[in-house]
């Protein structure tokens, strides 16, 4: 079903792409192309030894301009929506040609990596790019893997930033295993390009990709983390004393999760190194960061500035984190965390999920964002993103979750809605829930202790709510309680239940009526 793109290339005009390349660099080492980044201009050191380098225009992704190849195999297995836009075969072999055409003397950087720690599942990827510091960053994030110029890998990356540097365009193809990017130097293209494929792939061979960070215990029990930019997916499984295995992407099949990456891209915008000593940590000579700041006359980075994006990124290898599980795999989960920042104030920092809760709030994929982040956004607004990753998922989002529930079910996995947003009223009014509390509220869960402790039915959403856990306050696990305005609330409470419902409509023909009784009741 899925043939080598090295023996596919060999049959067309598109054989060994590089061929024509003034200068091809393949697999160097972080030194060497930090070296070569700073001699050409194109990034400085910070006084710890990072490399400190600008994306250009574009300091997030654009899935606006992505596309996915449609031909007679993905036609029928392709959820075609707003974000998977198709395109046909003959535009793709156009572009195709002219990133071949412009491939001609340049300079270009070539990498060979997993995808997958699983040795059973990996994928061999080669990624070729015209700039040092995306090899770097490739170097960080993918898994290391020795290998010749000559020999096959099963997807190919091509990473062309200045080929039309004011019009990104993104296109995937599925069947012949090729993933081009163009237009834009913001490297969570690639990371998420290669995403967005294992998530087609992988499913139809019966593993089940997922949108989560990942952790584990002294005794190897492990939990995933789903959650959208911004709701603490990377802060929160990197420390409470646990394990990191990942903090983005994994897979699970019969016997284990396993992480798709080699290194972390992590937030670093009011980058905290009491709160988050392990990414802190992390970010030393050898780690990338982009668009971050110096403080003046200095090259210290001043992470709590946004003058260049809110998004500023930091990529280091898994190797910079002290404490992780090296292999990157872990047995199936006990807890799944489903995260969510409610900028709005209305959900309780905590509440137990039943299984079909669980794929309720799963395929909502909840958050919201917050005036300021966004243009034109002035007041909380409710985002929703099927399985925390819209922008990844190929496939209908209802057939992760049908693999999801099984899984749960499985394993007896205990299911959680954790929100790491606001309190006491919405954002500007209440109080963001501080991160030693949602700390806190996790060791009560690994601990054991909320599996002995009373809890409340919520009226409106149905959820289980603690009545209390140690270091919590009270009033938040009701979180009505706090809000000086009780009207204003329950008209909170009430637009964001209508916000979920309106939302699952799309939903409604495909998943059990269990599963569709199990949102808010409104």
């Known amino acids: 079903m899925f043939p080598q793109t090295a023996e596919l290339l060999s049959h067309s005009q598109h054989d060994r792409p590089w061929k024509h390349a003034a200068a091809l660099h393949f697999q160097l080492s972080p030194e ?4 070569q980044t700073v001699e050409r201009g194109m990034g400085e050191l910070d006084d710890c030894g990072a490399l400190v380098v600008r994306t250009g225009r574009f300091t997030g992704r654009c899935p606006q301009h992505r596309y996915l190849v449609r031909n007679a195999i993905t036609n029928d297995q392709i959820d075609w929506n707003a974000i998977n836009k198709p395109v046909e075969e003959a535009d793709f072999d156009t572009f195709l040609s002219r990133i071949i055409q412009y491939f001609q003397g340049k300079e270009l950087w070539m990498r060979d990596a997993w995808i997958g720690a699983s040795m059973r599942w990996r994928k061999r990827l080669r990624i070729i790019t015209e700039l040092p510091w995306a ?16 020999e096959p890998f099963d997807w190919l990356v091509l990473h062309v ?30 990371k998420k390009g290669v995403f967005t494929a294992m998530n087609y792939e992988w499913p139809q061979e019966g593993v089940l990709t997922m949108h989560c960070a990942a952790n584990a215990d002294e005794t190897g029990e492990t939990a995933l983390y789903f959650g959208l930019s911004g709701t603490g997916k990377t802060t929160l499984s990197m420390g409470g004393g646990r394990w990191l295995i990942g903090d983005d992407e994994h897979a699970w099949d019969n016997q284990e999760i396993f992480n798709l990456e080699g290194g972390c891209y992590a937030k670093c915008i009011h980058l905290n190194p009491d709160h988050e000593p392990l990414i802190a940590e992390a970010i030393r000579r050898g780690a990338l960061l982009e668009n971050v700041v110096f403080r003046p006359g200095t090259h210290t980075v001043d992470f709590d500035s946004s003058e260049i994006t809110e998004n500023t990124r930091a990529a280091f290898p898994l190797a910079h984190v002290q404490r992780r599980v090296s292999e990157g795999r872990g047995l199936p989960p006990r807890h799944i965390f489903l995260l969510t920042c409610d900028a709005h104030g209305v959900l309780p920092p905590v509440a137990k999920l039943s299984v079909e809760q669980a794929l309720y709030y799963f395929l909502s994929g909840y958050t919201a964002k917050v005036a300021g982040t966004e243009a034109g956004v002035l007041a909380p607004k409710a985002t929703f993103s099927a399985c925390f990753g819209a922008p990844f998922i190929p496939l209908h989002p209802v057939r992760y979750a049908q693999m999801l529930g099984m899984k749960i079910k499985a394993h007896r996995v205990s299911c959680w809605l954790i929100n790491t947003g606001w309190m006491g009223g919405p954002y500007g009014v209440g109080h963001r829930i501080p991160l030693p509390v949602t700390r806190a509220i996790l060791s009560s869960i690994f601990s054991g202790y909320l599996h002995h402790q009373p809890y409340r039915r919520d009226a409106l959403f149905g959820f289980d709510v603690p009545e209390n856990i140690p270091h919590v306050p009270t009033e938040w696990l009701r979180p009505g309680t706090g809000w000086p305005d009780q009207q204003a609330y329950q008209q909170a409470a009430h637009q964001l239940a209508m916000a979920f419902a309106e939302n699952f409509k799309r939903f409604a023909d495909r998943v059990d009526q269990r599963i569709l009784q199990a949102g808010p009741a409104v």
């Open 32 to 35: 060497e192309l930090i070296r």
């Open 161 to 190: 930033p200045f080929m039309q540097p004011n019009e990104p365009l993104i296109m995937i193809h599925f069947t012949r295993r090729m993933i081009l990017i163009t237009g834009t130097a913001y490297t969570g293209e690639i």
């Open 135 to 150: 090899d770097l960053f490739c170097h960080h994030l993918f898994i290391a893997r020795e290998s010749a110029v000559e």
